[in-house]
């Protein structure tokens, strides 16, 4: 094993750690995974950057892929160029991936070859709301970059580190109507059909996999519950998270 791998390796068994030890986040995350998979509907599911595959808490049969190897990730596989025949899912899921990915349109182009017509790619992402931003631009340690073009053509980094991001990416892609259409002209194969945006107090007290948290196990579902509540005009300017749903043509 080279050094590298030693270091990414390490990476995963820290996070895996902090899940062990956080009920909370947990607790966060099993949710997060619920709505997902609701949103895919029934058939075969396929979970692209699984990390340390936490969704097979949730549903065993689910395939499992992650550029890296780990403890419950089935297939090993560069998310941009899937191994798998085109039409292979009815749903795919993502829980904070796509900031992560090189070439974000080469991938959802990729996403919609191997989704049935009519299947589902469903993610939650980071979200640049004002008062999100504030929070990732100070207090995350992974970078935001308004700026930059989603879009863009995208020379392969062979060398780039898999944990390397642009939390902005998902709101540059999906947040304004305009961004929507870019996005539909580009990949003609995908529509979008759903934006949310959620998670305004119990994700940001949980800490993430941060080795804090303010948020106890037994305040996660009452929060949850308020966050519903909320509408979805305030949401839009609270909220850390959006939920992105795409559907095959």
Known sequence: MTSNSAGLNQRQALHRDVWQKKAAIRLLYQEFHRQLLADCGEGNILDIGSGTAHIKEVRSDVISTDILAFPGIDIVADAHRLPFAHGAFSGIIMLDVLHHLERPIEFLKEASRVLKPGGR???????????????????HEEPVDMAADPFAMVTTDHKRDPFDANQAIPTLLFSTEQARKRFEHAVPALRVRRIDWQSLVAYPLSGGFQPWSLLPASWVKPILAFEGQIPAALRKLLAFRMTVILERQ
């Open 121 to 139: 790619l469903a993610m939650i992402e980071p979200a640049m709301t004002p008062l999100a931003r504030r929070f990732y631009d100070r207090f």
